[in-house]
């Protein structure tokens, strides 16, 4: 193990150009900084490293950290049952917080379950959803990152919508929610 000095000091001359060798791989912020933080945690952990030799190592170590993530993501492993939340809209407004927070735990609660149903019925429609509703991510960028042309991408984003207006439509009305699914206007 490294000390704390040395770790400091290649975290300081590394940081940047690791990022930008884990961004370009994963096309997202947060899944770089946490490749180049695993990177540097396991690189401070490695004794005997040559100095000369040091940045290729550490470019060569986020490289395949970041393919292993973007691996991860396209199996739909790294998604936590914890993330796998919808947004919803409310109809309404709600006297008190007790309403306000049963509401929030059902939605969470269907959303989860709408997820994991998914996840066992199509693991490509459950990829989408993900990438374009947890993370945020652009048509375009999940289309790629599953390997997917973007009209193939929006026909089964449109059947995956459809499925869960067939099987949970009544659940979200019951709870007052205008759409659990918004479309979407890409």
């Not at 994963?26 to 933080?37: F, G, I, K, S």
């Not at 026909?155 to 067939?166: E, G, K, M, Q, Y």
Request: proline content about 2%; aromatic content about 10%.
């Amino acid at each position: 193990m490294k000390d704390n000095e040395t770790i400091t000091e290649i975290y300081n001359k590394y940081w940047d150009r690791l990022m930008l060798v884990a961004y370009k791989e994963l096309e997202d912020y947060d899944m770089a900084q946490d490749v180049v933080q695993d990177v540097l945690f396991k690189f401070a952990m490695m004794t005997n490293v040559d100095r000369r030799t040091e940045h290729a190592l550490l470019v060569v170590m986020t490289k395949n950290k970041a393919i292993d993530y973007r691996r991860k993501f396209c199996r739909g492993d790294t998604v936590s049952m914890e993330t796998e939340k919808l947004e919803f809209r409310r109809h309404g407004i709600f006297d008190g917080l007790e309403a306000r927070k049963t509401l929030e735990y059902d939605c969470e609660e269907l959303g989860s379950r709408v997820f994991h149903e998914m996840k066992k019925r199509n693991i490509v429609w459950y990829q989408i959803m993900v990438g374009l509703y947890i993370y945020r991510d652009e048509p375009e960028t999940v289309a790629r990152r599953l390997g997917l042309t973007l009209p193939h991408m929006r026909t089964s984003l449109s059947r995956a919508r459809a499925w869960v207006r067939r099987k949970f439509g009544k659940e979200y009305q019951e709870m007052g929610i205008i759409s659990g699914i918004p479309e979407s206007e890409k």
